[in-house]
């Protein structure tokens, strides 16, 4: 197996941030898994996890080895008699896989469900970390379980959905076991019945000339509403949304209402509203606003974008001036929504600089919509 020594990492995060692994390497299974992990045990190595590299914010040189996973396949799993004749296939993907790759191709096989999760960027490996979700639709609806190996103690591990805790952008591998696994395969329960979820207001829209859209429609809905909203990181470096939508009370969105009456919300149970981030980013007027190197896409006011031969440093400064002026105006605590992986003192204080203090694993991914 082949460890390069201070690699750049630049082409392996979307934003296209300068940044070296002290060692790197690239696993096909299991096996390779552990003896890459054997390595960094001799020489008392830290291990990192990167996905696709789309959901993380690098910021210098990540020390010790740094761990990717090749891609290794898609199958079926044969479903219990009892289930034999019922629409469900369960589909089994390595870590390493492109997820948009999956998606299509499980259109292609007449495996529905995914659909609604076309065009995100990123791993397999990495969608369970934040529960990717886009549309009405997170991995969650589909998951099944995974099977994972703890960096740690090298033990296999199965988990099941109850197991993984999924919440908005959430799940165990972002509490307990951050930083701890590598996750090999991800398995999902789809259908082989068309399944068209319209939940989404503005797919709901997109879609209003189709009565009955097919599967196809929607997976083609999906990506155009993404390629007109998102820029594409081939050719502006980007990390999807870079902040979560902020969860508060309803008395207090109320109370914000009467001085912002256009205010979003979507009201979540528990009495919470969960806000549009791009909209407080942009009635605060970041939306296009550019500052060196780094700046806020014209058309998405919750992507940050890297115009080139900027820094992690520069990226994480720019939002934390967004979130202290959200914070001024609104009184609302933005969170970043990728990790930051290097060095840490790059996380500048305040609500941004908390939240992402300690973020130290990576896999890329994205997740739920608005009112998921
Ligand atoms: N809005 C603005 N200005 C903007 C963009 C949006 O005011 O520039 C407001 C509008 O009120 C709009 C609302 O924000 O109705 C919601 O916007 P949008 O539908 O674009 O969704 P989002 O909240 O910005 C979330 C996810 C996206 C996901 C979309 C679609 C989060 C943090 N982001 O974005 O995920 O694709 O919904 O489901 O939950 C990602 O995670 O990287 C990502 C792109």
């Known amino acids: 197996m082949d460890f390069q020594r201070w690699a750049s990492l630049q082409d392996y995060n979307t934003l296209a941030l300068p940044g070296r692994a002290e060692y790197l390497c690239t696993v096909n299974g299991r096996d390779q898994l552990r003896q890459a992990l054997a390595f960094a045990r001799q020489r008392q190595l830290p291990v990192t996890m990167l996905g696709g590299g789309s959901n993380i914010i690098l910021s210098g040189d990540i020390e010790g080895l740094v761990i990717r996973l090749a891609p290794t396949g898609i199958s079926t799993i044969p479903t219990l008699a009892s289930e034999a004749d019922s629409d ?47 549309y009405g639709v997170e991995l969650a609806s589909h998951f099944h379980s995974l099977d994972a190996i703890d960096l740690v103690t090298g033990e296999l591990l199965h988990l099941d ?21 590598a996750i090999l395969t991800v398995t999902l329960a789809l259908s082989t019945a068309p399944e068209v979820c ?36 081939a050719q502006r470096p980007n990390a999807g949304s870079f902040f979560k939508n902020p969860i508060i009370g309803s008395d207090q969105a109320a109370a914000l209402r009467k001085l912002h009456p256009g205010l979003p919300g979507y009201p979540q149970p528990g009495g919470v509203e969960k806000i549009p981030a791009a909209w407080l980013t942009e009635r605060a007027g970041w939306k296009g606003r550019r500052v ?35 914070r001024h105006r609104f009184g609302i605590a933005l969170e970043l929504e990728p990790a930051v992986l290097g060095d840490p003192s790059a996380v500048r204080e305040g609500p941004v600089g908390a939240a992402a203090e300690g973020a130290s694993t990576a896999e890329s991914g994205e997740h739920a919509g608005p009112g998921e």
């Open 198 to 233: 319209l939940d989404y207001p503005e797919l709901r829209a997109a879609l209003a000339d189709s009565p009955a859209p097919t599967p196809r429609q929607l997976y083609d809905a999906v990506c155009a509403l993404r390629r007109a909203k998102l820029p594409d990181p």
């Open 292 to 326: 060196g190197a780094v700046g806020v896409h014209d058309r998405q006011a919750l992507v940050l974008v890297h115009f080139g031969g900027g820094s992690g440093r520069e990226l994480l400064g720019l939002a934390a001036a967004i979130a202290r002026d959200v």
């Open 161 to 181: 959905a109850e197991a993984c805790r999924f919440g908005y952008r959430d799940s165990i591998f972002k509490q307990e076991l951050k930083g701890r696994v």
């Open 88 to 134: 469900r296939v369960l589909v089994c993907a390595g870590g390493g896989e492109n997820w948009h790759g999956f998606v299509t191709h499980c259109l292609e096989q007449g495996w529905h469900g995914l659909e609604n999760l076309a065009l995100i960027p990123g791993s397999v490996g990495a969608a369970p970390i934040q529960n990717i979700g886009a």
